[in-house]
């Protein structure tokens, strides 16, 4: 059966120690049958934030989903900044800035955080 997942794809993923991540797809390697996701959520949250190694069959595409909402958004940034991706990063926040002239009808203050929060939970950066 052939796979449709490719580079850059969300997953969902069991490894070989039976956890599960939730990450996306960094490399492939199709002549061994294995990925490599990037986790940003699992049940061992020693596995939060490591590329780990998993077999191609025990990997769940995710479906692509609009990102509309701000929050989610801020998150993507904050993975693109842990990535040190700032081709992503420049796009993402370009979205936000759209969306947020978009929502006129709300205030300033909402727009500027009065704290920073770690959005990704993860603290080993």
Avoid: C
Avoid at 45 to 66: C, F, N
């Amino acid at each position: 059966m052939m796979m449709s997942i490719k580079i850059s794809d969300w997953v969902m993923a069991t490894t070989n120690e039976d956890e599960l991540i939730h990450g996306f797809v960094q490399s492939m390697d199709s002549r061994h049958g294995v990925a490599r996701i990037y986790v940003i959520a699992s049940d061992h949250d020693s596995a939060i934030g490591k590329v780990m190694e998993v077999a191609q069959q025990d990997m769940k595409k995710l479906p692509v989903a609009a990102f509309d909402i701000e929050d989610q958004v801020k998150s993507l940034i904050d993975i693109a900044l842990t990535t040190r991706d700032e081709q992503w990063f420049m796009e993402l926040t370009d979205t936000l800035f759209t969306l947020q002239q978009n929502g006129s009808n709300r205030s300033e203050h909402e727009f500027m955080p009065t704290g920073y929060t770690n959005r990704l939970g993860v603290d080993q950066f």
